[in-house]
């Protein structure tokens, strides 16, 4: 497996672009499922996830292809009126986002077999919330073996309201709803920015959503929907993570294609820190301090502090110069980062979902082990301010969320190297 040696020390500037944001890209490979005709996807980010969603809907018999010549940033998905409308565990497991995929081939298939994703790493990610939505439409769900069936003739529209606020839920329901006789009305809807690029695309296709980016969404059923031409927002985690690159090696860098909008929580914590985040005409330039303040945090659902983002304000914060407190309140697993952290000399101490990180001066480079997607994101964020080489193994947790970040540092000034 490859590892990610980072050299500590230097200090980055300059300018980099932002991918495509990947918690964008695979909702709306699903919703090409419910398009007659095909659907061209730009800016989509060159990912192992969105590689095995790719696999994922050829074995449905889609015609599912990064398009030739286009440097693997476009992908174009056509789904014919017939497809095997089946999610099998071997792929569901590689990919949580696999579930994605049940809401589109309900509604424009009239069945599906979708297997349990199950949990993950960073804690239990049950899909309740979806199938209470689903039989609120009219859906017949059977839980057998390890697989979710759902029969509908028809959705039928009718009022969801989610128990708890859940983002792949909202747009698994949303992308059932547009093909739904009648209304449908979802409260309580995730608001993140990548659902509203969702709503977007599908209302370019011939749906018909409004309220998308709030809690209260409002859906009016339409019979068809075409495939259609989508450019991808940007990543903001990738963005908010070049941003703490930044902050923590006290550089000075522009993110190209970062959205203010879309990281107003994390902008607000990197100034409370010391940094200088200011907008640009095409992005976000933020300038790090030397030696950052301390912060207090509490990740909550958006428009409030990412949990994607907690890893990596932790690997700052652990250098600041007081003491930080901060809550986990998405992921009850999502601390595992702290004892690769500590290896590098950070003071972290973890008590229930909240995290004491006293700063010290300096962190040293270490062997560490990513632990999961954002886990290791942080390990080379502190690797680069720690003293020595950091060599971050098991990245191929890395390659799920980013595309190529360590390429990006090096072209800011860091001495990142994958190594086979």
């Known amino acids: 497996m490859d590892q990610i040696h980072v050299e500590g020390g230097p200090r980055l500037e300059g300018e980099v672009r932002v ?18 005709g095909a659907t061209t996807l730009r800016n989509v980010p060159d990912l192992a996830d969105v590689t095995t969603l ?7 018999g889609v015609d599912a292809q990064w398009v030739p010549g286009a440097e693997r940033h476009v992908v174009r998905v056509h789904a014919p ?3 095997l409308p089946e ?13 994605l995929v049940l809401g589109p081939l309900l509604a424009r298939f009239g069945r599906a077999r979708v297997s349990l994703p199950g949990g993950c790493a960073i804690g239990a ?19 057998e073996g390890g697989y979710v069936e759902a029969r509908a003739r028809r959705l039928k529209g009718a009022t969801v309201r989610f128990d708890k606020i859940t983002v792949t839920g909202t747009e698994n329901v949303l992308m059932a709803a547009v093909l ?6 979802l409260e309580n809807a995730a608001r993140e920015p990548e ?21 209260l969404v409002v859906v009016e059923g339409v019979s068809t929907l075409t495939g259609v031409e989508h450019t991808v ?42 940094c200088t985040v200011v907008p640009t005409a095409d992005g976000l330039r933020c300038k790090g301090p030397d030696v950052p303040e301390p912060v207090d945090l509490q990740t909550t659902e958006h428009p409030g502090f990412p949990t994607d983002m907690q890893a990596q304000l932790m690997a700052l914060l652990s250098v600041a110069r007081g003491t930080s407190v901060i809550s986990e309140n998405i992921f009850e697993n999502r601390f595992m980062h702290v004892a690769e952290l500590r290896r590098m000399g950070a003071d972290i101490r973890v008590e229930g979902h909240t995290a004491v990180v006293k700063g010290v001066h300096t962190l040293s480079g270490a062997p560490v082990m990513a632990t999961d997607l954002r886990a290791s994101a942080s390990l080379i964020l502190a690797g680069l301010r720690g003293a020595g080489t950091t060599r971050v193994a098991r990245v191929y947790h890395l390659d799920r969320g980013y595309e190529a970040l360590e390429r990006k540092l090096q072209t800011l000034g860091a001495r990142t190297t994958r190594v086979k």
């Open 19 to 36: 991918s495509g944001s990947k918690n964008a890209t695979l909702p709306l490979m699903a919703a090409a499922l419910l398009g007659e």
């Open 125 to 143: 990610r049950p899909i309740d919330q979806h199938l209470k939505a689903f039989r609120a439409l009219g859906a017949e769900i059977l839980l």
């Open 233 to 274: 927002i940007s990543d903001r985690i990738e963005a908010g993570t070049l941003l703490v690159a930044a902050a923590i090696t006290r550089g000075d860098v522009h993110v190209q294609g970062a959205v203010p909008a879309h990281l107003d929580a994390v902008v607000g914590k990197l100034r409370e820190a010391g």
């Open 81 to 83: 009126p017939n497809v």
């Open 54 to 60: 790719l696999e994922l809907l050829r074995t449905m």
């Open 180 to 185: 739904a006789e009648g209304t449908t009305v």
């Open 87 to 99: 999610a099998p565990y071997d792929l569901v497991r590689k990919m949580r986002a696999s579930v």
């Open 195 to 215: 659902v509203e690029d969702l709503a977007r695309a599908l209302n370019a296709m011939g749906a018909r959503i409004r309220g998308a980016g709030t809690d």
